[in-house]
C-alpha cells in the first residue's frame, strides 16, 4: 500500500469516526427529557446527571494524555468508540437510576478519551497532508449530529423506546467503526514525526490562550443548544413548533462553514478564518440580543453557527502546530477546556436570564467569544495555512509555527 494510499484511507476512517461520535451525541442529548422520564430522574438531580458527563470525561481526556504515549491514540480511540455505541445503548437499556448513572458515567469516561484520541489523529493526519483538514472532521460531527438529532426525532414521533431508537444506530454503527478503525494512522505511523515529548517548562502557559478560547467558544455552543428554542419561545414569542428550529439551522450552517471552512485556511491562513469567524459569531450573538422577533432571531442564531463552527478545528490545529514534538500532549490538554466551557455555559446564561433578562444574557457569551481576537495571533503566522512539514518545506519565507510559537 502506497504511503498516499495509506492516508487516504487514514482520513476517511476518522472522518468516519467523528461522523459516528455525531451521530451518537446527538441521539444522547436530544432525547434527556425521555431519559429523565424512564428514570423518574427529578429537575433537581437531573442537573447532577448531566453535570457528571463532561466532569468524567475531563477526567478521562487527562488520563488519555498519558494512555496514548504508551498505545497510541489509534489503540484508545479503536475501543473507546464502541464503548461510546454500548453506553448509549445501555442508557435506553435500563429501568432503574443507578443503571443510568452507570450508564452515564460510562458515557463520560469513555467520550472524553475518544474525543482527546480523535483530535490527536486529526492533527498528526493535517501535519502529513500538509494542508488544512481539520474542518473537514468536524463537519463529518456536525453531519452525524443532525442525523443523530433526526433519528431522534423519528423515535419520539413513533413513540418508540429508549432502547429501540438506539439499537438500530449501535447495529449498523458499531461493526463499520471497528472495521473502519484498521485504517486509522497515528503519529507513530508516520515516518518523520519526532517521538513525543512533554510540552516543556513554560509549555502550559504557551497553550493557555487556546485554552481560553476553547472554552469560550464552547460556552457559545452550549448557549445555542441549551437556550434557542426556549429564548425563541419565551423571549421572542415564536410558536413551540418553530422554537425548534433554530438548533437545526445552527446544525446545517455549522456543516455548511466546516465543508468549506479548509478553503478558507489554505487561502487566507488560519489567524483571518478564526477573526472573520470570531466577529461573525459575536454579530449573531448581537442579533439574537436585540431581535424584535423570532425570524430576526433565527438569522441570528444562523449566524452563530457560520461563526463558532470555524474556532474549535482551529484551536485543536493551532495547538498541533505550537507542539510539533507534543501535539497529543497538547490536544488532551486543550480538550479538556471544551468540557469547562460546556460545563459553564449553560448554568452562566440562566442564571443572569433569571437574573435580569435573557436578552442581557446573550451579550456575556458574545463577549467571551470576542476574546478570541485578543489571542487570534495563538493560531500562528499569518502565513500558516497549512500543516508544519509544508511550512518546513517551503524555504526562508515560511514560518515554523511550531518552533516560532514562542514569539506569538
Same mark, same amino acid.
Given at each position: 500500500m502506497t504511503e498516499d494510499v495509506r492516508l487516504r484511507r487514514g482520513r476517511a476512517s476518522l472522518g468516519f469516526s467523528f461522523f459516528v461520535q455525531g451521530v451518537t451525541f446527538a441521539l444522547l442529548v436530544t432525547r434527556i427529557p425521555a431519559i429523565q422520564d424512564r428514570y423518574g430522574i427529578s429537575d433537581g438531580l437531573l442537573p447532577a446527571f448531566l453535570a457528571a458527563v463532561p466532569v468524567l470525561a475531563?477526567?478521562?481526556?487527562?488520563?488519555?494524555?498519558?494512555?496514548?504515549?504508551?498505545?497510541?491514540?489509534?489503540?484508545?480511540?479503536?475501543?473507546?468508540?464502541?464503548?461510546?455505541?454500548?453506553?448509549?445503548?445501555?442508557?435506553?437499556?435500563?429501568?432503574?437510576?443507578w443503571h443510568v448513572a452507570v450508564a452515564l458515567g460510562t458515557f463520560g469516561l469513555s467520550v472524553g478519551a475518544l474525543d482527546a484520541s480523535m483530535n490527536m489523529l486529526g492533527v498528526s493526519l493535517q501535519?502529513?497532508?500538509?494542508?488544512?483538514?481539520?474542518?473537514?472532521?468536524?463537519?463529518?460531527?456536525?453531519?452525524?449530529?443532525?442525523?443523530?438529532?433526526? =433519528? #431522534?426525532?423519528? @423515535? *419520539?414521533?413513533?413513540?418508540?423506546?429508549? &432502547?429501540?431508537?438506539?439499537?438500530?444506530?449501535?447495529? +449498523?454503527?458499531?461493526?463499520?467503526?471497528?472495521?473502519?478503525?484498521?485504517?486509522?494512522?497515528?503519529?507513530r505511523d508516520i515516518e518523520d514525526q519526532v517521538p513525543e515529548k512533554g510540552l516543556g517548562a513554560g509549555g502550559f502557559t504557551l497553550l493557555l490562550p487556546l485554552c481560553l478560547v476553547m472554552a469560550c467558544a464552547y460556552i457559545g455552543d452550549s448557549t445555542v443548544s441549551n437556550w434557542s428554542a426556549k429564548y425563541l419561545q419565551d423571549v421572542l414569542g415564536s410558536s413551540e413548533q418553530l422554537a425548534t428550529v433554530p438548533y437545526n439551522v445552527y446544525m446545517v450552517t455549522t456543516l455548511i462553514g466546516r465543508a468549506v471552512g479548509d478553503l478558507g485556511v489554505r487561502?487566507?491562513?488560519a489567524v483571518a478564518v478564526v477573526r472573520i469567524g470570531t466577529l461573525v459569531a459575536a454579530g449573531g450573538f448581537a442579533v439574537? =440580543? #436585540?431581535?424584535? @422577533? *423570532?425570524?430576526?432571531?433565527?438569522?441570528? &442564531?444562523?449566524?452563530?453557527?457560520?461563526?463558532?463552527? +470555524?474556532?474549535?478545528?482551529?484551536?485543536?490545529?493551532?495547538?498541533?502546530?505550537?507542539?510539533?514534538?507534543?501535539?497529543?500532549?497538547?490536544v488532551a490538554r486543550l480538550n479538556i477546556f471544551n468540557y469547562v466551557g460546556f460545563l459553564i455555559g449553560?448554568?452562566?446564561?440562566?442564571?443572569?436570564?433569571?437574573?435580569?433578562?435573557?436578552?442581557?444574557?446573550?451579550?456575556?457569551?458574545?463577549?467571551?467569544?470576542?476574546?478570541?481576537?485578543?489571542?487570534?495571533?495563538?493560531?500562528?503566522?499569518?502565513?500558516?495555512?497549512?500543516?508544519?512539514?509544508?511550512?518546513?518545506?517551503?524555504?526562508?519565507?515560511?514560518?515554523?509555527?511550531?518552533?516560532?510559537?514562542?514569539?506569538?
Open positions: 475531563g477526567v478521562s481526556s487527562v488520563a488519555t494524555e498519558h494512555l496514548v504515549k504508551r498505545v497510541g491514540p489509534a489503540s484508545v480511540l479503536r475501543w473507546a468508540q464502541p464503548l461510546v455505541l454500548l453506553s448509549l445503548l445501555g442508557v435506553g437499556a435500563g429501568s432503574q437510576m501535519r502529513a497532508y500538509g494542508r488544512s483538514i481539520m474542518l473537514g472532521f468536524h463537519a463529518a460531527y456536525s453531519l452525524g449530529g443532525i442525523v443523530g438529532a433526526s =433519528a #431522534a426525532w423519528a @423515535g *419520539a414521533h413513533w413513540h418508540l423506546s429508549l &432502547f429501540a431508537s438506539y439499537l438500530p444506530a449501535v447495529v +449498523v454503527l458499531l461493526p463499520l467503526a471497528l472495521y473502519g478503525s484498521r485504517f486509522y494512522v497515528g503519529r487561502r487566507l491562513g439574537v =440580543a #436585540a431581535a424584535p @422577533g *423570532a425570524w430576526v432571531g433565527m438569522l441570528g &442564531f444562523t449566524l452563530l453557527g457560520i461563526g463558532l463552527c +470555524v474556532i474549535v478545528p482551529q484551536t485543536f490545529a493551532a495547538a498541533g502546530r505550537l507542539f510539533p514534538g507534543a501535539s497529543d500532549t497538547a449553560s448554568p452562566l446564561v440562566g442564571g443572569i436570564g433569571d437574573a435580569w433578562s435573557y436578552r442581557g444574557a446573550m451579550l456575556v457569551p458574545m463577549a467571551l467569544v470576542l476574546v478570541t481576537l485578543l489571542h487570534a495571533r495563538s493560531f500562528g503566522s499569518e502565513g500558516a495555512r497549512y500543516g508544519v512539514r509544508h511550512e518546513r518545506r517551503a524555504g526562508d519565507r515560511a514560518v515554523d509555527v511550531g518552533r516560532g510559537g514562542n514569539e506569538v
